[in-house]
């Protein structure tokens, strides 16, 4: 079972930025698919950005789009999520996961999901 755990939430001020990381102890991720996925209160959890086992392919939700960066360090086991100008509607719980069906298609309803970990809180507020 491959556990995934996220770090690097925090509290930040409207058009600051963070960067998320995602990694694994015992297992490597080079050989995986990984999508980071978040959910706000009352809200359902929506897919944020993808990127494929090489890094070679990449896809972000359109709200994310021009603010996110999605990239890999295989070398340190590590995906990290790189947020600009955040915004208050960014504010919600990150997920990474191991996308089973890889970075294609509708990888973003989480279906292909089968484990989730305890995510990391980011909190945009002034």
């Known amino acids: 079972q491959l556990q995934l755990v996220e770090s690097g939430g925090g509290l930040v001020q409207p058009g600051e930025s963070l960067r998320l990381s995602c990694t694994t102890s015992?297992?490597?991720?080079?050989?995986?698919?990984i999508g980071w996925f978040r959910q706000a209160p009352g809200r359902e959890r929506e897919g944020v950005s993808c990127?494929?086992?090489?890094?070679?392919?990449?896809a972000d939700a359109d709200f994310v789009k021009g603010r996110f960066t999605i990239y890999r360090d295989n070398a340190k086991n590590t995906v990290y999520l790189q947020m600009n100008s955040l915004k208050p509607e960014d504010d919600a719980v990150y997920y990474c996961?191991?996308?089973?069906?890889?970075?294609?298609?509708?990888?973003?309803?989480?279906?292909?999901?089968?484990?989730w970990g305890q995510g990391t809180q980011v909190t945009v507020s002034s």
């Open positions: 996961a191991d996308l089973k069906f890889g970075c294609v298609g509708r990888w973003y309803d989480g279906h292909s999901v089968d484990f």
């Open positions: 015992g297992f490597t991720l080079v050989y995986k698919d």
């Open positions: 990127i494929s086992a090489g890094g070679d392919t990449t």
